[in-house]
């Protein structure tokens, strides 16, 4: 090791640390030393409108929805795929985007991928029909695939172990911000008669709406650029000196020291083990090898033709396997609840709100009720050819800011407690308490046990997919870790997609199925969950 405590007190306090320059330092180690300070802060703080991007990307059109109903003409059957495009996308990419970031890193995915979502964000805001909103929606899907997945793993491995937990709580805060800025967004346009025309194409307030939703992207896209490659996956590589001019960025940010006042001077090959003798003090970042992105392109497509994608294998073989097929189906369950009830959401609430515009009894109603007058008025206006048109007040997303406040502050309670109780038992209590609302909801019989039952099921939900994506990237190694985050997002997607079709096709045989559906997935999670090895205060391998 080339390091030796002067006590065990604090086992991550850097200043406790006595540094043997002679031995090759070790990821951990290396981290360790860099401290927490600045660097830490603006990553986190670049990282949050990366984080609302990927957010928006998956989740923006369940608000247009109710808005775009007539504009499109669309069914419950049409919302219900168009929910599920963007998934369908991000499942076709998911290897290769696993297989690049495994390989290839994990910055020029997010800057590029960001990026180009700017531009499919923007060709969604300019559909003019469901047929093209749904390709817009399925080709974001292709693209924020990649930085849906990398961000959590970039992320992550700027930090040492006693703040990598915290930092997934901080992503889930992330996207609790991103599922709050949606409504209230919502709230401001999507009520707003807005109806403009240019170059002979139609524009209405939802297309705008979908517009400013680009706005993350580009931001983030542009600030991760100045932001060095994660060094993990340098020293995965056997890419020694840039991983330690990286080290010193971070030291020199976080310390307010010079850069080359940073204690490790050696990193631990793992690539060439004969070449930990080598004296990095002595190389400079100008030797480092850069290439164009089309040599970068060129390389990747090589390494398929000339190599056996074995980070993807590696994952169907011991001692992985069975390790694998748990992770993978812990996701599949928990984000075709959580998915589902998060995008049927401002459907169902907007929906509620219509039925109590026009109905001449009580405030009141049952979740049943709803999804009664939700599937009655799509067999209606579609046997009679009425007119169409649909309620749209301030007050349709109230209830959907109420639910993403509700899960912001479950995040900060969960952020104090990570270190204590780790993600198992975290992940384990927030499915229990998802299943038990999802059957709940069946007898809800008034608008205020509705909106807490499924304001605790979302946040439940949030919370256990994100300790769920948490957990998979810790049980395997670097040159893995990627690879099984987008492969277990990959099956989580799918069971998002089944959750969404699944889920009109249920309301039209009734009000029990859409409960059985939600609730019982979480209890099979749960179970898959309880299966899992421990990664309280795990080291990244």
Request: hydrophobic share 50%; proline share 4%.
């Amino acid at each position: 090791m080339a390091i030796k405590h002067k006590g065990d007190k604090d086992k991550y306090d850097s200043s406790k640390y006595q540094y043997d320059l002679k031995t090759p330092a070790d990821f951990e180690t290396a981290i360790t030393a860099t401290g927490f300070g600045w660097f830490n802060i603006l990553l986190l703080l670049v990282g949050c409108p990366a984080a609302i991007a990927s957010v928006f990307e998956t989740a923006v059109v369940s608000y247009v929805l109710p808005s775009a109903e007539c504009d499109l003409g669309l069914n419950l059957l049409n919302k219900g795929i168009l929910n599920a495009m963007t998934y369908s996308g991000m499942i076709i990419s998911a290897i290769a985007w696993g297989y690049i970031a495994d390989t290839r890193g994990r910055k020029s995915i997010l800057v590029w991928g960001l990026l180009a979502d700017v531009v499919c964000v923007l060709s969604c805001a300019m559909s003019q029909s469901i047929i093209q909103l749904m390709i817009a929606k399925f080709i974001g899907g292709l693209v924020m695939g990649g930085p849906f997945a990398v961000l959590m793993t970039y992320l992550q491995e700027f930090h040492n172990n006693k703040y990598r937990g915290r930092v997934m709580m901080c992503i889930g805060i992330m996207f609790s911000m991103a599922s709050l800025s949606m409504p209230v967004l919502a709230l401001m346009i999507l009520p707003q008669k807005w109806e403009f025309n240019i170059f002979n194409m139609e524009f209405h307030s939802w297309q705008v709406y979908l517009a400013i939703c680009a706005i993350p992207s580009l931001v983030s896209g542009l600030a991760l650029s100045l932001f060095p490659e994660s060094p993990r996956f340098l020293m995965s590589q056997g890419r020694t000196a840039e991983a330690l001019q990286a080290f010193r960025t971070i030291y020199s940010l976080n310390k307010g020291k010079p850069k080359d006042t940073f204690p490790i001077t050696k990193l631990l090959d793992e690539i060439s083990p004969e070449e930990n003798d080598v004296n990095y003090e002595e190389i400079s970042i100008s030797t480092i090898e850069t290439t164009s992105v089309k040599d970068q392109v060129k390389d990747i497509v090589d390494d398929f033709k000339t190599k056996d994608p074995s980070p993807f294998l590696a994952l169907f073989q011991k001692p992985f396997l069975w390790l694998s097929i748990n992770v993978y189906m812990l996701n599949f369950c928990i984000l075709l609840g959580q998915n589902t009830m998060r995008l049927w959401l401002p459907q169902l609430f907007a929906s509620l709100r219509e039925f109590q515009e026009i109905s001449m009894e009580s405030v009141e109603h049952s979740m049943c009720s709803i999804l009664e007058y939700s599937v009655n008025k799509t067999g209606l206006v579609k046997e009679t050819d009425s007119s169409c048109s649909v309620i749209i007040s301030s007050s349709s997303y109230t209830n959907n800011i109420i639910v993403a406040g509700a899960c912001f502050a479950v995040f900060l309670v969960a952020g104090t407690l990570i270190n204590k109780l780790g993600h198992k038992r975290i992940q384990i209590g927030a499915l229990i308490i998802a299943g038990i609302c999802g059957f709940a909801l069946y007898w809800s019989s008034t608008t205020a046990s509705t909106l807490v039952i499924t304001a605790l099921y979302a946040c439940m939900g949030s919370l256990s997919a994100t300790s769920a994506v948490g957990t998979s990237a810790l049980l395997f190694p670097t040159s893995l870790r990627t690879m099984v985050v987008c492969v277990a997002l990959m099956f989580g997607r799918i069971g998002s997609i089944f959750g969404n079709i699944l889920f009109p096709v249920f309301m039209s045989f009734g009000c029990v199925p859409p409960f059985l559906m939600v609730g019982g997935v979480m209890f099979v999670a749960c179970i898959l969950s309880a299966m899992l090895p421990n990664t309280k205060k795990a080291d990244l391998k």
